[in-house]
């Protein structure tokens, strides 16, 4: 017998039992809460939250946890916080037997927001995109955030390369900035 793909997120709580359909209301309900302007779907099977045209986020409910899907790079931006859970690429699990962490889940989902935010008025649009989330993760939003930094301490965020560096070079360059130290 084939299973039935639910069509929406209530059809899909609908089939977990009860105290696991309250859990996965809570969690549905903060996501919301943190993205009001995110519309809800169901993409590869799972509840989704849409943001200005793309997925920010997916949860889950299984026996024995909620999954929960940030990306990955939601997932390194909460990377210690995460660390008490089980995890895999991109993915959590949060015990059905513990409080379920509702104000991470929160904060991961404005993170997410934002980034989608941000990628409207990517400043560095010649950049990777990993080298582009490196920055971001840093704090790092405009040209004059940049300056504030030497090259080096650039190159050391994960996911910057040396070959980032002529593209900021330059960028800065054009709108009258150096990276510290440099004149």
């Given at each position: 017998m084939?299973?039935?793909?639910?069509?929406n997120i209530?059809?899909?709580?609908?089939?977990?039992?009860?105290?696991?359909?309250?859990?996965?209301?809570?969690?549905?309900l903060?996501?919301?809460?943190?993205a009001?302007?995110?519309?809800?779907?169901?993409?590869?099977?799972m509840?989704?939250?849409?943001y200005k045209?793309?997925v920010?986020?997916?949860f889950?409910?299984?026996k024995n946890?909620?999954?929960?899907?940030?990306?990955?790079?939601?997932?390194?931006?909460?990377?210690?916080?995460?660390?008490r859970?089980?995890?895999?690429?991109?993915s959590v699990?949060?015990?059905?037997?513990?409080?379920m962490?509702?104000?991470l889940?929160?904060r991961m989902?404005?993170?997410?927001?934002?980034?989608q935010?941000?990628?409207e008025?990517d400043?560095l649009?010649?950049?990777?995109?990993?080298?582009r989330?490196?920055?971001?993760?840093?704090?790092?939003k405009?040209?004059q955030?940049?300056?504030?930094?030497t090259?080096?301490?650039?190159l050391?965020f994960?996911?910057i390369g040396?070959?980032?560096i002529p593209?900021?070079?330059?960028?800065?360059?054009?709108?009258?900035?150096?990276?510290?130290?440099?004149s």
């Open positions: 084939k299973a039935v793909k639910p069509s209530d059809a899909y709580i609908a089939v977990f039992p009860e105290d696991v359909q309250k859990i996965l209301e809570q969690v549905r903060t996501v919301k809460k943190a009001p302007g995110a519309e809800e779907t169901i993409s590869y099977g509840p989704a939250f849409r045209g793309r920010i986020i997916y889950a409910g299984y946890h909620i999954g929960f899907y940030a990306t990955p790079s939601g997932h390194i931006a909460f990377a210690k916080e995460l660390s859970y089980k995890q895999g690429r991109g699990q949060f015990p059905l037997d513990k409080a962490p509702l104000n889940i929160a989902v404005k993170f997410r927001v934002r980034q935010d941000e990628k008025t400043f649009p010649g950049l990777s995109a990993l080298a989330q490196a920055l971001q993760n840093n704090g790092i405009t040209l955030d940049m300056a504030k930094y090259e080096a301490e650039i050391q994960h996911g040396k070959t980032a593209v900021l070079q330059k960028a800065l360059k054009e709108k009258g900035f150096n990276f510290r130290g440099k």
